[in-house]
Structures are given as C-alpha cells and as structure tokens.
C-alpha cells in the first residue's frame, strides 16, 4: 500500500490550509493509499547552522524534531504539504525546513530507486500577494526528494473561507486521488504552462543576457524566444539541481571537498576573527 504524507504548515486549525490538506488527504485515502498528516507548525524546528554535521554523520546536531520528521519523509511514497502564504512567498516554517534538506543528498541513491510525488497547495489572500507561492512548495518538495506531480494555487483571505469555494474544495479531493495514480504510475505530472519552468513549475526567471535565461529554483537553462515562450535547453535529468545524481554530486565533489580546505585553513580564519571580538571594539 502506497503512504502519503501530508504537512500543514499552519497554526489555525480548519483554516484554509488545513481542510484543503485534509480534502486531499481524502482523496488519497479514496484511491487506496495509507495517509497521515502531520502540521510541521506543532513540531519543534530548529534554525539550521550550517556547520555540515548532518552529511557528514548522518544526523544534525540539533535536539529538535527534525530526525521524527526525516524519517516520515523518507518512508512516505507522496507527500501533500499546505501551507498558507503571508507575505509573498510560504509561511516561515517551510523556509526553516529547506535550509535543513541538504541531509537528503545523503539518501539519493535510494530515492532514485522509486517514484515518489509530490501536491503542494499554497493559500493566499488574494493574487498578488502570491508570487512565489506554489514556487517556494515546489521547492520543499524537490528539496526532499519528491517530483512534483501538481499544485494548487488558492485564494481566500478569512479563516476557513475557502469552503466556500465548493470547486476548489473538489480539486484538492481530486489532486489527493491523483496523487496516489502518479506513485503508482498511472498517472501523468501536469503539464507545465508556456512559461513555466518544466521541472518546479516556476514562472520566474533569471535573465543571463541576450535571450539566455535560468530558473533561479531548479537551475536549468532555456532560451526567451520571440513569441515569449521560454525553450528550455538544459537536460532536464541532468541539469536539475534536485535530481538525484545531482544532489550526489554536489555532495560529493562540493561540500566534501570545501571541508577539507577548510580545516586547513581554520587556524588562520580563528586567528583573524579575533579582530572582530568585543574587546578589540572597532565597532
């Protein structure tokens, strides 16, 4: 049996993203899977530090429950993950998850080995305070090694308001259903709009010069064409930052790598910090 995860990563319970998970959640369920939801908000999260521990032992520092959480995501076969959108971009929870996913290029090899799907759902008052909504979950998902099957973009700007959008109360019923067809192979990711970044989905773009363009979230390249559809000319099972081979790499011949240049250089880094502490008062 195929498990979905779901993550809400909203405080108000049975406000607009929480049901909109639970609808999907009932979809999923409806199709034969084994579904769990878990509210991210609840759970204690820790800022990461950057000091690399977790790709290198397998295990962050921290005392938080970042381990519980690792471990439902790598067991899980699709994740649902809703969150509401306050200013711009998805609540801050979902940004303190992303700077902790580096720890998943330590498991590429086994994820490369199944197919697993990803239905973000982001909420926003109203239109424009959305821009980077539906991007920013995509992102969380690829992060933790997902492929995107689809998403949905909603609008409602009072608690619980968007049961009153009885179509889109479906369509996340139906996308949790889909969902579960996707794993399963059986179903196809959405189709990504003229614009749109093939891969997460993006519709934003890094202008390189000329007509080169990127897209600043999966880093692969493409080309403004004169009717305004953007060619993508990167290969999309190489050139992606969040495939698996990819992610091995970076690890392997970036991260690693700088450690070791690091510790030789250490004692000096120490040495001229020490113009910067609070005694030596040059600030």
């Known amino acids: 049996m195929t498990k979905i995860l779901a993550l809400v990563a909203s ?16 979809g999923a369920k409806s199709a034969g899977s084994d579904v769990e939801l878990l509210n991210i908000s609840d759970l204690q999260i820790d800022f990461c530090e950057g000091c690399l521990r977790c790709v290198f032992t397998g295990k962050c520092s921290g005392k938080d429950d970042m381990g519980l959480l690792l471990a439902k995501i790598l067991e899980a076969d699709g994740l649902i993950v809703s969150a509401p959108v306050y200013l711009l971009s998805p609540a801050s929870v979902i940004k303190k998850l992303l700077d902790r996913a580096l720890v998943i290029a330590l498991y590429a090899d086994e994820l490369s080995e199944r197919l697993r ?35 949905l973009e909603a609008f409602a700007p009072g608690p619980g308001e968007i049961l009153l959008q009885d179509e889109v109360v479906t369509q996340a019923n139906t996308l949790g259903h889909g969902l579960v067809e996707y794993v399963l192979g059986k179903a196809q990711p959405r189709t990504p709009d003229p614009g749109q970044c093939p891969v997460c989905y993006s519709r934003s773009f890094r202008f390189l010069g000329g007509r080169n363009v ?18 993508i000319t990167s290969d999309l099972k190489k050139d992606s930052f969040w495939e698996p081979g990819h992610r091995k790499r970076h690890l392997e011949e970036w991260i690693k790598v700088t450690r070791v240049t690091y510790l030789k250089n250490r004692a000096l880094i120490k040495d001229k910090q020490k113009k910067y502490l609070p005694e030596n008062n040059i600030y």
């Open 214 to 231: 990127q897209c600043p979230i999966c880093l692969i390249k493409g080309e403004l064409e004169e009717s305004g559809i953007i060619r």
């Open 117 to 151: 799907g990803a239905l973000t759902i982001s909420v926003a008052g109203k239109e424009d305070w959305s821009p980077l909504g539906p991007e920013i979950l995509n992102q969380f998902a690829l992060a933790y090694g997902f492929t995107v099957y689809n998403y």
């Open 11 to 26: 405080r108000r319970k049975y406000g607009n993203s929480h049901v909109l998970a639970l609808e999907a959640m009932a």
